[in-house]
Nanobody, 124 residues
Framework: QVQLVESGGGLVQAGASLRLSCAAS????????MGWFRQAPGKEREFVAA????????YSADSLKGRFTISRENVKNTVYLQMNSLKPEDTAVYYC?????????????????WGQGTQVTVSS
């Protein structure tokens, strides 16, 4: 069992940056692929980024490459999402997820544990 708690969300203006954090507790953090997803009001959940167990391999949604970067610190049991040049369309609840799988997944069903989410609101 893994418990995930996101933090770092908030209200910012367009063009600003935010760094989301996701702290994990429970079984060995380094055994899990970690991902970030988001869900905007009235829309389906969307893949944002994922990172391998060691942190060597990273994958981001094509539409977000260049602005969003995922990273992890296994010694701190934490995964991060650095978000730059934020746009109003980035407004959503951002969720951290953990997958006990061997490969990076981009579909929510591939993840086993989820955090409660953190709200990011970008004003124009």
């Amino acid at each position: 069992q893994v418990q995930l708690v996101e933090s770092g969300g908030g209200l910012v203006q367009a063009g600003a940056s935010l760094r989301l954090s996701c702290a994990a507790s429970g079984r060995s953090f380094s055994n899990y692929i970690m991902g970030w997803f988001r869900q905007a009001p009235g829309k389906e959940r969307e893949f944002v980024a994922a990172i391998s167990r060691s942190g060597v391999s990273r994958y981001s949604a094509d539409s977000l490459k260049g602005r969003f970067t995922i990273s992890r610190e296994n010694v701190k049991n934490t995964v991060y999402l650095q978000m730059n040049s934020l746009k109003p369309e980035d407004t959503a609840v951002y969720y951290c997820a953990a997958a006990a799988s061997l490969r990076i997944g981009v579909v929510g069903d591939e993840y086993d544990y989820w955090g409660q989410g953190t709200q990011v609101t970008v004003s124009s």
